[in-house]
């Protein structure tokens, strides 16, 4: 076989898709990265590793585009990559380049997946993987990825939660918290995971004669169900406990209708307490510190 002519012919396949043809356009152009990856390997197997900086000039001067010798490295990995996790269809070279330093398989395969579910852009998922999203999901949710068991609201809010504190605040309180995480409301519902929508904060209910004022109120329509988040600035306290579910319970008496799932209530505070968690009978409350970068 004349490797270097099949890998030209694929690669201006290529360039002439990106020209005339949108639809499925990633996918288009990952098959063919994949299929020169195949050949590049062969080629290497048959004539030795030098052979791709031999085609890199070629190619180079053949087609009018620079083919540098990483860059066929790159497509030379991303056939390897292939082997053992699945192609998405929205990834680019450029996702899978931030995805080949990865070592751990599981974590991979989770990174592959939220491109395709959240339809991530190349910074959007460096940005994901330097915040250590997989990392700080619960180990109880990295299991249930591997076993491919059902997913609940809870299962993807990490720990700690990431606050940005654009205006390096020291002293933390729970205003000066709301007020950061308002700032930024969106970056911050990204982080609590998929699709929340912003209720309101300080959210008035009243109880008997008593107004009193819910931090935030979120709604996350994949789910269908109503998202109490309490902040606090210390370490979580079994008060709080009650705090909250007082207000779970207020939001399923009259704002729940009867088609949508039970409240889900998240405290975010400065330091957790397993032991008040642990004792907690009620499931649907979860904790979680935040951490200010």
């Known amino acids: 076989m004349n490797y270097y002519n099949e890998i030209k012919k694929e690669l201006i396949d290529n360039e002439l898709n990106k020209k005339i043809k949108d639809y499925s356009k990633n996918k288009y152009e990952i098959q063919k990265y994949y299929n020169v990856g195949k050949l590049l390997v062969e080629a290497g197997n048959n004539y030795g590793e030098g052979i791709i900086k031999e ?59 939220q491109v395709s579910k959240r339809n991530l852009s190349k910074r959007q998922l460096e940005e994901i993987i330097k915040n250590k999203e997989y990392e700080r999901l619960p180990e109880s949710t990295k299991n249930k990825l591997i076993t491919k068991d059902s997913f609940d609201v809870k299962d993807f809010v990490p720990n700690p939660i990431l606050i940005k504190n654009k205006n390096n605040i020291e002293m933390v309180t729970e205003k000066a918290l709301q007020k950061l995480i308002l700032e930024d409301i969106e970056t911050f519902m990204a982080e609590l995971g998929n699709s929340f ?47 909250i579910e007082v207000y779970m319970n207020y939001i399923d008496n009259n704002l729940r209708k009867v088609n949508q799932d039970k409240t889900i209530g998240i405290i975010i505070c400065k330091k957790d307490n397993k032991y008040v968690i642990e004792y907690c009978s009620d499931d649907r409350i979860i904790s979680r510190e935040y951490q200010l970068i």
């Open 55 to 113: 085609y890199s000039v070629k190619l180079t001067k053949d087609i009018g585009k620079k083919y540098s010798v990483r860059y066929l490295f790159d497509i030379k990995k991303l056939y390897l990559f292939a082997k053992v996790h699945p192609l998405g269809a929205q990834l680019t070279l450029s996702h899978y380049r931030l995805l080949f330093p990865l070592n751990n398989n599981n974590k991979i395969d989770y990174y592959i997946e």
């Open 197 to 243: 929508c912003f209720v309101g904060s300080e959210y008035k209910i009243r109880l008997d004669n008593i107004f009193n004022y819910i931090d935030l109120l979120l709604f996350n329509y994949e789910y269908n169900c109503f998202v109490v988040v309490e902040l606090k600035a210390t370490e979580l306290k079994k008060e709080h406990i009650g705090q």
